[in-house]
T-cell receptor, first 111, second 109 residues
Framework: NAGVTQTPKFRILKIGQSMTLQCTQDMNHNYMYWYRQDPGMGLKLIYYSVGAGITDKGEVPNGYNVSRSTTEDFPLRLELAAPSQTSVYFC??????????FGSGTRLTVV | KNEVEQSPQNLTAQEGEFITINCSYSVGISALHWLQQHPGGGIVSLFMLSSGKKKHGRLIATINIQEKHSSLHITASHPRDSAVYICAPLGGSNYKLTFGKGTLLTVNP
């Protein structure tokens, strides 16, 4: 099983550019999450989804958008990238509220 | 105010030592995760527990729901245990994970 796959692993964006971080899971998990991890801080929830077609905001949603058209995919869209969005992004999935599986992360730098 | 407090923030040990990392949280929870993150690497879930104690190899996790406290112990520590260990309670008002800032463990040979 591949588990949770994130692409790309690294990316450098210029201020104002847009990009989509991809996340795919092959475990048929209903719940999917996007987190960001900043140095010295705990992970913060950006968006989450409890199933296909259902998404909701987390703690830090500003500047991001998500969609969940299938159970497997949960892409995170950055519009008008800003330096404050420089971070490491983790996607995760779970079959219920328990048993999380994390992706390997995307390291994003906005310059 | 951070809802999850981990201690210590940094820990250096010699190979073979017994390690304890503590986690205190302020909200009611249904379960708690301990996660491991190697430098520059992904995040792996080590344990999820809602009461008592769990053991996987040299790792032991305990939780006291009434005291809102959990500990992660590593017996006979090894340099490959060097990583950041993150406590993540599940629950509170929104049933989503809240993460501690992590404890950076370095085990020297």
């Amino acid at each position: 099983n591949a588990g949770v796959t994130q692409t790309p692993k690294f990316r450098i964006l210029k201020i104002g550019q847009s990009m989509t971080l991809q996340c795919t899971q092959d475990m048929n998990h209903n719940y999917m999450y996007w987190y960001r991890q900043d140095p010295g801080m705990g992970l913060k929830l950006i968006y989450y989804s409890v199933g296909a077609g259902i998404t909701d905001k987390g703690e830090v949603p500003n500047g991001y958008n998500v969609s969940r058209s299938t159970t497997e995919d949960f892409p995170l869209r950055l519009e008008l990238a800003a330096p404050s969005q420089t971070s490491v992004y983790f996607c995760a999935s779970s079959p219920s509220l328990y048993g999380y599986t994390f992706g390997s992360g995307t390291r994003l730098t906005v310059v | 105010k951070n809802e999850v407090e981990q201690s210590p923030q940094n820990l250096t040990a010699q190979e073979g030592e017994f390690i304890t990392i503590n986690c205190s949280y302020s909200v009611g929870i249904s379960a708690l995760h301990w996660l491991q993150q190697h430098p520059g690497g992904g995040i792996v879930s080590l344990f999820m527990l809602s009461s008592g104690k769990k053991k996987h190899g040299r790792l032991i996790a305990t939780i006291n729901i009434q005291e809102k406290h959990s500990s992660l112990h590593i017996t006979a520590s090894h340099p490959r245990d060097s990583a950041v260990y993150i406590c993540a309670p599940l629950g509170g008002s929104n049933y989503k994970l809240t993460f501690g800032k992590g404890t950076l463990l370095t085990v020297n040979p």
